[in-house]
Structures are given as structure tokens and as C-alpha cells.
């Protein structure tokens, strides 16, 4: 059977990821995101209202222009969790193709959200929801199966499509994690079987984020912990504390929510997609969150919540809000600039359970957050965080696990795969043999 | 009563610390400290054969000429824990003073080992013990105290000496820890007490290493679970594991100790200082080592137990040695360059327990340690480390917990007081008022 | 005589600079500046309708105070150049005082700008123009002396103090240039008389802003040679090349349009800014330009000589324009989101011949500027630039020469200070003695 | 015919460059470099008794078996200039075949000064001189030219093979400068026949050191006024001033020989290498030299000259030696730890033509030697440098120059090619098709 892999999206910078695998006449894709920082680059655009061929020409969402030379049918457009790099395109790529949506639960439902805000275009795709651990037909011969992987947001899965000719692992955006908040530990033992199956690992594609960096990614429990010591010692503090993370890390706001009751504050989530995605997560039973937990969206609803924290007394409460990359329009961003009826005093606390996206205009917006903050006497506590990615030891893990026939970099560009095929070519790869550094809108045979 | 501090060592430099507060006819000098640095730019130099004068040109000791312009007696020489940049002088300049040293008991054990190896000069100075939470009389007047505070050492103290014009706080190298590894949390209490008591806080000498960094220093028991989360990772890997941190870091030796035993390994400490730390930790009962560990500091039985080790595999020990900032000599370093019998392959782990201190000559060494190690096939484990010296929000808290009248900062250059002296004047100190940036060689008049 | 210098501005930061020296009853008040940074914190600020307290509020304008402690009667306001951070408040804070301002030719014009743009306060101080080498008397027994220096601006002067006690320089915002490119070089003849002179130096305020780095800042002169090589090679290319450059850096737009020349184009300035300091330069006679040298600043004629440039070809023209660090609003970030009839096509170059100022909001909007030209094609050449201001070797040579018995560090925080204390302690100056580390609002008597 | 290019060293690092062209029958191998980083590495290690196999072990050579896999005869060996990574491994490898060693002049006289130095292996190869402009046949139907480049060393060359499918550009270490201070500008003319002659160029190997960096290397001529600003500020000084720069660039030599002269001092290089490359140059005529002009090598004359500047007033001379990385072994590094008679006092100058190389090895003992030289009161005046490597607007030129049919990058890791990649990609070629990543070692097939 012929299998050949198109490499759509996301082999040139992090963001709009998109991959295809194509076994016979039978296509998958993985991943249709957007690459936020393309967009963010231009004033005022609002993409719900763009083409997607404006966005393409941006380089917002993945051309997916090769996929006119793939022969085969599109059976299943598979994005692995619920990050706007993996989701992102869906609403503007997804109706090209006559497939259904298959997802995990979380992801599936926030897949659903970015339909909904979509004004450009109707997409009508089925959408199938799958657990990891489930498995499904593709075509006659192919098999898609998700693995549960761990990551900084929960329902996230790699999938693996079992071939004939052997599997393809679809790796990207996991660390492993041995004992995460939520949910169940990675699942190594199920990665040692592909590895060990049938025809073994055919394809390998691989999320190079993190590769450089020495050592293994810390579990989420070590971040917990780091949080647990600095909430603790502020359990004296009688004054205003307010914390952010990313608002799709619910085992983060988690976190947060139980050391907010810890020392005696009533947790509040701020901000529309604070909302969003724990209220999503909740809703499916992913989070056990106090009955009473306050989630607001709308201006007017949080509004109302700060005027009612700034009446019963800011030493009540703990407001968990979007805007940790400064990011100009979010909540933290806001109070900072006097616009909420959040009033910040000399001594309040700011916990960032976050860390800046290292690109000068996250760190300039980040910069100009944190001074208009601390103008106002707020003390910073920063990089509460641990990565989603795995570095360097969980690489070699991985290949150790599924002694790979191929190996595919992705999620970087060349640069960002540089350390990653180094690590590669220790383990016995070959450039250009079995180990296939390649840039967007290509195609690497793998069966003829 | 008049009172007056000399700021002898430590306020142009991390290193060599040394200050002496004479109230009335009274002196007390706490700290004195070598800059191992100002040592180490030199080939061959070995200070044990040196004179004093010769180092304090070198400014590797307190220059301490300004002594002769205090008029009093020295009562006490107080040093504070046991890190070189803090009793690593006294073989070099206590003699000249008629005064006891006194000390926490593990600290005057290392004071011990210290005056044991000195060869140009006969110390005999009384060496006393004081217990934290113990005091004694100086002169007739005035009360010295230690109080318990957490730093990267055991049995650190804050002294602060009591006078009739208030208490002056030595408040060097310390964070504010509330679960430590080893000993009881950091006595906050007892500061808060002494902020209220009688004339309240005269002065507060300040150690300003961290104070430009974000949010509060983590506990050593967020390294702990980090170090937890690093090693238990390696359960299942058959070949060499080892490990380096501080050798004065006890509670991190501890805490690597336990690890290794969880994941089926027997421990072992090799290097001199190894040796020496633990084993004073372990005589005076600060430490609870399982009774078979081995530590090792003398060539031959270094040699000895690697040649073991190598001999019954090294799948079943964790070597824990020197050479966290890849010096030269220490073990690791020779390891790196296969000066040793153990033999590092490809898939080894080796856990760096610690932090590159940032100057371009350890960084140099640090990586060329790094490059050697990866050159036969190890993989690094970096920066499972948490700093041992309050950041800003510790300084915060100090400053509302004791009120001081005068604040002196000090351990750094002007360049490291600078973040300090900002936070200071937030807070309501005015330079040149009460907030004191001096340089090394001074007097500051307190009460004329 | 009683002589006094307050500390104003620029004791904590760079900007608002201003400092006062009174003598016996006589006051003058060296600069009026502001400090931008802390406006473009905030979105939306027009500072010409603001009041002066509100911009001493935020941090933007010096805090003058302490001028109502300072017993005696200000003689004149003395600007020393055209920078913002030292003119850029006179306009909110000169009417306080019943004092001319004194200012070379160059320096006066652009005051005059900052007057005429004022809609707040009425300011009908008398505007007295000084050429460089002149002086003129203050009270009874003083004098102002004009020094010229050589700075990234031309008609700078170190205005010195002469007092019955000595004088007073004061030494912001220079380097030393044997051969800058218009005006004469640096008088560093006129300083060594005045070390020399009289009761000799009886204080020296310094700029400390490059304190820090090793050597000598190069002259006006290498910048030239650099930039002439840069263009030069772009003499065959036949499309856009676009220039931009501080607009206030006569001497720097003077080579960009002698070098325009030199490879076939017509040179064109650009932007309001762009307009305002070259007319101003032009119409005194400080700067010699080609009689057909086009300068733009309104939108309207902006527009228009961009729409002739793109209908007479791009390749024949090299329009020089504001934008440098990226500022949101500037021409080239203009150029670059698409806003003008100027088309940037693949292969077109653009000259920075300035540096991005180190921090981390302009060095966000200047990547997210850059992005957005080379997304369109663009090829940047960066960094062709020098600084304005003294380096190490620079300092060393002023201290030399002046010997004076005082030294005041400014231009700075303490961060920024503590190269420069290192380096008069090495000299022979003792913190607290002759050398005085002081903050905004301070009052430094050094004759009683 | 057959068109083939191994790929031997050079594609993983930055050092041991080594590629060989096979055109039918006919091999060509240019350059045999070495890495002197992993040499360095290890302590005392001494190469000229080393066997080619150990150092290809360690990296430092060229790993050369994949010749074995190459059909043909090596008719020539090039090395194209005389950089250390670019001759240093002819006397390990050259001997290996039967064929010439052919070069330009300067670079023919080094490599003979390194087969001196081997102590291992007889190398016996023929050595031919070539100058640039000039041809040679190799085999019956191609032809090898030397084009003349500008680089940080006189008599660089690019060599390219003529074939009848179209010529080879082997263009690794140059920049693009139009006033070199020796030599003849870069012969841009003769790489535009290139591009357009016969069957236009079927590859190009191109040198990516540089490829990250916005804009155009500066001109030799760039330094130069650079250096002269700085040391004609240093004109009445009459203490010590010492220079430093890369022995092998006798232009930077002779501008500093120049300058020594023009501010009444006598010129003298110290150091071994200094006399190697600087006599060399002068030999062949390359340079001219005040006849006066000193040279010494050995450490004996070395100290004698020494000691004669100090008798005769450091003040008459400017000793230029060896030293710019902190090399420990160098001159300046002997100097600075007081191994020489030569004193240093406070306020002596040094300069350093230099800049470090970015790898924390050399930064380390750059850091420590300069530090050495401060603790003596020596200023410092570093990075009067400019890069002999083309920066991205030199890669724009060369490829609009050459239009070459496949572009191979070299030089560098795959982190280095990364940028040059985008660059190329922005230029129409495509990675797998025309545009080949490649490690060390590989084969690419041009022509079957």
C-alpha cells in the first residue's frame, strides 16, 4: 500500500499546524491551526470575517494547496487537542473536505466553539467524538486510534493510524507526565505495544518545540507545588490577589482554584475564554469544580462580579483572569490600565502561572502589562509554569519506545528541528534517508 | 550609646563578606568571608600558604584596616553559616582579634575544618557554640541572639545584636522558607517579635543577591519534588546515574540520598567536600543518613569504590560528587575526562542539582564539563535547583516585619543594591536618610 | 558662597533630566526634559493638553519641588540640547520660574517648537540665545559658560558654573569627537582650562549611560565611513531603498542625503519630525543641504510626494523618515502595514542608522515593523550608528582633565550609576565623600 | 557526466571543512580543515603527534571514508585560503592521496609551515602555486579557476570547477568588500561571467556562517576607520598601549603597524604566530612593511624585546601580539598574569581588534584574561572588528549573481543553515529539489 505524507502546515514556524497521511487511496489530516502571531502582526483584523485564502496569504492557516496532488479521499480530519494551533483553521479549511471532525471530548467541543464564531464560511462536517484508547475504520484496511498523551491542556490525544505497511504516530504537543492534576498519567504502556506490533513504527511525526532544551520537562505536579509555596505564603495577606494562566490549562486554573480556598479566598474565573474552556471542561465532567465557582464572560457580567469583589472586600477573593502575555484586550491587561472597577493597591499580588512566549512583541506587550501593574503597587510573581513540550530525555524516550523506521520533525521551523535531528542522528537516523527534515507544502513518499 | 557599623567586606562584590557593629566600646564582627573568585583568576594559587595581605590585594579577604579606626573592643566573631564567602577568612584574620568565635554548631564545625588546614597563620581563637534561639551577653550592655533562618546550608542564623538603641539585624543569606527539607521553618515569628520589642530595629543589613528578581524565592521543597520528578522518571534505566549539587547543601545531598534509594539505587558521596559536609552534618546528628552510606573523599578510596561500582554495575548506585560548576578538579570533571574507572556510555544520565553561577568563567568551565560528558554518550539533567537568598517579596516582607530605622544593603556591588534601593525607597527609605548604600572600607554613624 | 545642587530628574532614569546649582542666592536649573517612556505606557496620552501634575504623577515630567527648599532666585533656565529628555517639559514647568531660558542657536529653536505646540499653560519666559565659547553673568559673581561638545545633535554645550568656589560643569550628553561630521570638534582644550582655571572644578554632574561599556564610543565620522559602504553597495540596485535615522541627527541625515547623491537618487525627508529639526537646522545656517532637498510633514504633502516618487520610479529617489524604533505611528511602520502610496517590493532595502534603545516595549514595536517590511519583500540593514554618549574611556579622560573635587552621576538609576562609581573609586573618589550617589529630589550642599 | 559532491566536513560545525567534487572521473577536494574547538576541549592534547584516526574520533578532522564510496581520482586538493578550518588537516589527511596540493601564494606558504610542524605522517604531495584569475586542467575536460574573494585573510580565494554540465562554486569564507585595505576589491565582475557563461553554475557551496544577520558585511576599510578613530585618541597618552588581533590578518596588522607609526610609536609583533603569518605575508611580497618593522617568535626574543620597550619607555612602542580569545597559553594572556617582563600599569590601553568568538570556552578565558588586565589598571577597547563572513544581503547578491541551479549550504550545523535556508526558499529554490540540507559525510548527486 502506498503511503505518503503531506506535510501542509507547520514545518515552517510554530503554529498552523496541519499534516496528511495518505495509505492507498484513504486520507487523514491532523491539525488545521492557525498561527496567531501572523494574525496579530496586523491591526484590527478579525479573522472570523476573513477568506481563507487571505489568511493563507498571510500565513495565518495552512495552504493546504498540496492537497489537490494527494489521490484519495479525505476520510477524517483529526485535530489532536484543543490549542488554536491545532484547531484554529478548522472553521476556515474544514468544509473543503467531505470528512468528518473526530475528536477527543475537549477537544471536539471546543472544535464546536470555533464553528460557531466562524461568519465566512458554513462548515457542516460531521463531528465524531472518539475517547483515547477508542479506535476507528478508515477505509478498509487502515485503523485510527487515539493515545492518551499529557499536555498543558486536558483531552489531549496522539493519533496513530495503523497501516498495513505499519503505524503512524502522530506526536506532536505532549510531554510525559507521570502524575498530572487531572487526568490519567501518560500512556507509555500503550506507546511500548505500537513499538513492539505488527510492523513496528512506519512513521514517526515529532514535535520539536522543546528539543534543545536539556533534561526532561517537569511534571505539572512540580508546577503545582511551585504554586502551592507562593500561594501559601500569602495567606497573611489581607489586600487584593489576582492570578492568571493560560484559560485552556484547566488543570492550572484547577490548581489555582483549590489554593485559592486553601487560604481563604473565594475563586472567580474572568474573562470570555477563562469561560469558555473551563466551563467547557466542566460541563463534560473533566473538572470537579466548587459548586459555586463564579465563570464570567460578557463585559457586563464582569463588571458586575469586580464591583461585587471591590465591595465584599478584595481580601475575599481570588479573580483568575486571561491577559498573562500582556496581551493588549485581555482582563489583566485592563486592570492594569485602570479600566475595570478592579482597584489595585500597593502590596496586591499578580501570580503569572505562565511564561512569555519568548517573541519581541509578546514580551513588549508583556513589559508594558507588568509596569502599568506595578505603577499601581502590584508585586509580580512570575513563571509559575512548566512547559507542555517535551525536551531532550523525553525525545529519546520516545524513540527508544517506538524504534521508528521514519522520523518527521514538525511543529518548527529548521532552526527549531536542528536540535531535534542532531538527537535524531545520535539514535542512528540518517538525513534524507530515514529521517526527513522537510518545510511546508511538500510530500514524502514513504511506500511506493 | 554610640553605635556604628563598618562595612568592611561585601559591598562591592558577592563574596567575602564582613561587617562589625560597635556599640559603645563593644565591636562585633559578623562574617569573614572569602571572594573564591578573585582566587580562582589566578593559576596554582593556593591560599593556605598566603599571607593576608597578599590576599586582601588580591581581594580575596576583607580588607579589615579600617578595624583601626574603631574605638572598642572586639567581643565576638560571628559568622553566620558555613559557605566560604562567610567564614572562609577567618584562618586569614581572626587571630589578629582577642574574641571568640561564635557559631551555630554546624557552622563551627566547618569554622573548625577551616582553621584545621590554614598553615601560615596559628588561630586560637575560644570557639563557642550558640544554638539558634540562644543568646549571650557582649560587653555589659548589649545581648547577641541568633535566630533560625532557612538558606541553602544548614543551621543558618540571622545574629542580631541587641542594644539600648535598638536591635541591629545581620539579616545575610537567607530565604524565607516555610518547608524546609531538613530543621524547623524559618522563624518568622521571632523577627516579628524583635520588630516590635523594646526601641524596635536600629538597623538591617540586608543581602540583596535576588532582590531584582520577580515573586518569592520557591522552598527547598519545591526542588525537592522537581528532583522527585526527575530521578523517578529514570526508574527503569539499567546503566549510570549521577549526580551533583553544592556539597554544603545537606538537605539537597539528603533529598538525592532518598531518591536514589526509591528507585533501587545505593547512594554513594564522593570528593573531599562531600565527604566533609555530610560528614560533619551526620557527626552532629542534622542529618539522617541511611548507616551503609558510603562518602568517600581521598583519592585511593574514591578510586576504590568507582572500581566497585564499575565491578557490580553501575545500574545499582547513584554517585553523588562535586563539580556542579565544572571545576576543574572536582569529580565530575575528571569523570567527564575518563580520569576516573567509571565509565559514562551513551544513555547516562547526569543530574545537575544546582545552578550555573552566572559569570563567564564558570559558564566556560560549566560547558566544556557539559561538552565532555556528552562526548561519551551522557544526558543532562540541569538547573533542579531553587536559589537559597530571599527575591524581591521576601525583601518586602522583612522590611514590614521589622521596621527598621536604618537600612545597610550589602553582599553585592552598586549595581546589585540598585533593585534593592528602589524597593527600599517604595517602601518609604530615603538614601542618604536611612537607606545606606555604602562601599567596602567605610563607617556608617548610626548614634553619635 | 553657599553652593547647592538639587537633584530634580534623571537620578532614577533616563529622562526628564533636570538638575538646579544654586550659588549663594543665585539659581540656575540646567534642562527641563521629559521622560517618553512613561507616556507611551499609556495609550492615547496627549501630553500637550495635560497639566504638569498629573505628568509628574506618572513619572513623565521632573518633580520640582524640591525647588521651593532651595532659598534664592532662579537666574535662568539652561537647556543644553535638543533632545526631548532634556527640553521636552519646559514647555509644562518654565513658567513657574521668572527666569529667561538660555539656549545655543539650534537648541532655542526647538524650544521655541515645544512652546508654540503647549495648549495648557501659557509660557512667556524670555528666550535668550548663547553660542557655544560665550558666556554670560549670573547674579553678581557668577558666570555661564557655554563649552561646545559633540553629541548626537548638534549646538550641544556643557554649560559650566563659574562660581567664587569654583565651577560647577555640567557635563549630560556627549562624546568626545576629533571629527564629527558638521560642526567643529569636541573643545576638550576649553575643559582642560578650566581644570586648570581659577578655584578649579568644584563639581562635575556626569552622564553615566554608557558608564558600562568597555573603550571609546566611536566618532560621527566611522558612522559615516559604515554607512557609505552600506550604501554604496546598493549604487546598482534599481528599486526602493528607504532611510531612517533619529530625526533630530542633523549631521547623521546630512551624510544619508550626501550619499543619496553620490549613488543617483534625489533624497527626501519625510515625517513631521523629519521636517521639523532639518528645517530648523537649515534656516541656521548649521547644516548646508541641496537647494532642491524636498522635506514633508504634513499627511497631505507627504502623500503627494510619495505618489510622484512612486510615478517617477522608486529607484530614483531615497526618502529618509521617521520610525526607527517602530514607533505605531511613525512613517516607515506606516510604509510598512501598506498606509502610503509607497510600495515596498521584494529585494528593496531599508536603513536603520540607528539603534533599537534597549527595551522591551520599542524593541517590540520595532521587530512587529521589521516583520511587517520584510513580509513584504524588504531587506533590513540595521545598527549603521554610534552613540552620543561618553564610554568608559570617555570618563576616565573628563575626570583627568577637569580634576574635579566633587562628582555628581546622573542620566541614570543607580543600576546605571554603578559602572561610573566603579570607576571614579578607581580614581581616587569615595562614595559619600567627594563622590555623591543621590536620587530625584535630593539636595547635595557642598559649600556650607 | 557524472556530477557528484561528497560532503565530508563542514556540514555539522563550524571548523574541519572538507568537500570533494567528483566530475566524471576527476575528484577535486577542497579544503581540509580542522576543528580547533574539539582539540581544545581536552587538556595537553598536542595534534602533531596524533594519528588522523583519534582525531577524527574527537571531531577535529575531517572523516574522509566517504571517498572510498567516490568512483574516481583526486587530481587536486584546494584549500582556499589559510584559516585553520580550512588547511589545518592536510598534514593528517593530504597524504592519504596522490595528488597536489593546490593554492594561492599565501595560503601555499601556511600549509607548507603545517607540513613542517607534523611529526605522525611523511606528506609528500606536490604543492602548486596558483594565483587568482589563473586556471589549471583537471583531467581532460574540466578546468579548475581560482576568482579572487575579500576576506579576513589576503589571497582568499573561491575556487570553481568548470564542467561540461556547468561550473562548481566552492564559495565558502568571504565578504563582498569594494575597499579592502590590501588587495584588490572582491571580483564581482568575474562571478557575474560565471553566472552567465557555458551552462551557467550547476551548484553552488556556500558558506552560512553569517546567513542570520540582517544587512551587509562592513568593509575592511569599516575597521580600519574605526581603529584609527580609536587610537588617535590615544595620541598623548605616554604609558603602555598593547594591541591584539587574529595573527593571520595581516590587514588588520598593517593597519595597526600604520597607526602605531601615526601617533609616534614603534610597531613590534610578539608572538609566534604573529612572526608566522606576518612574515609570511611580507616574504611573498603581499604586504610592505616598515623596513624596521619587528618580528619575534621565539620565546627568548620575545623576552628580550620586552625588556627593551621597558628600558626605552613603553610609551615608544605598541607591542601587537597574539591573545584576542584569552587564549591561556597566548601573549596578552602571559602578559596579564604577569609572565612577561613587560609591565602594565594603570591607565595602559588595550586593544583588541578582535571579537570573541561566541562559544562560552573563549568567553570564559577572555573574560578571566581581561580581567587580569583591568586588575593591573589596563583599559580596554574591544570589538574594533569587522566579519570576514557574508551577511544575508552578500547571500541575496551572490545567488542574483550566480543563478546557480542548486545551492548547497555549508559552514555551519543545521541551526546555522536554517536562516540561509528561508533565504534561499524567499529566492524560488526548494529543499529536496534544488536546495540540499545535508550532514557530513553524504553523497549528492548532481548529474547521473
Known sequence: MEIEIATIG?????????????????????DMG???????????????QMHSLDLIDMGAIPDDRVMSELEGDVQAIVPTHGHLDHIGAIAKLAHRYDAPIVAS?????????????????????ELVEMEAG????????????????????????????????????????????????????????????????????LAYIEDCTNAGRKGRTPSESVARRHLKDAMQSMEDYSGGIVATTFSSHVSRVKSLVEFAREIGRQPVLLGRSME???GAAERLGKVDFPGDLGMFGHRKSVDRSFKRIMNEGKGNFLPIVTGHQGEPRAMLTRMGR??????IEEGDKVIFSARVIPEPTNEGQRYQSEQLLRMQGARIYDDIHVSGHLREEGHYKMIETLQPQNIIPAHQNMKGFSPYVDLAKSQGYKLGRDLHVTSNGNRIQLVE
Open 338 to 343: 485602570g479600566e475595570t472597577p478592579y482597584e
Open 276 to 278: 469558555r474552556y473551563s
Open 10 to 30: 507547520g514545518y515552517e514556524e510554530v503554529g498552523r499546524n496541519c499534516t496528511a497521511v495518505r495509505a492507498g487511496d484513504d486520507i487523514v489530516i491532523f
Open 134 to 201: 477508542e479506535s476507528m475504520l478508515i477505509g478498509e484496511e487502515c485503523e485510527l486510534e487515539f493515545v492518551h498523551v499529557t499536555h498543558s491542556i486536558i483531552d489531549a490525544v496522539n493519533p496513530v493510524l495503523h497501516t498495513p505497511e505499519g503505524a503512524i504516530v502522530y506526536g506532536l504537543d505532549k510531554r510525559i507526565d507521570h502524575s498530572p492534576v487531572l487526568e490519567e498519567p501518560f500512556d507509555m504502556e500503550r506507546f511500548r505495544e505500537i513499538g513492539r506490533e505488527g510492523e513496528g513504527v
Open 105 to 125: 471530548p475537549f477537544t471536539l467541543e471546543l472544535v464546536k466553539g470555533q464553528l460557531e464564531g466562524e461568519q465566512k464560511f458554513g462548515v457542516d462536517n
Open 34 to 48: 492557525l498561527n496567531l502571531s501572523k494574525v496579530l502582526l496586523h491591526d484590527n483584523v478579525e479573522t472570523e
